[in-house]
């Protein structure tokens, strides 16, 4: 799958992850319950086909979901 079958709230979602929040604090940021930060997350992995928050934050660096920080 490709970054376009993510919903604009899993994209968002999938940033977040790539800086490194956890589900709490992603929770925290978007308003929701943990287990609802825990369920986009893992529909996320689903959809790309992928098994680890690490391999979703560097799927989410490479594809420009997160600004690459150079210097």
Known sequence: MSLAALTPREREVAALVAQGHTNAEIARV????????KWHVS????????SERVQLAVYAHEH????????
């Open 30 to 37: 978007l308003g929701v319950s943990r287990t609802t930060a």
């Open 43 to 50: 529909q996320i992995l689903q959809k790309l086909g992928l």
């Open 64 to 71: 420009g979901l997160v600004a690459s920080h150079q210097g």
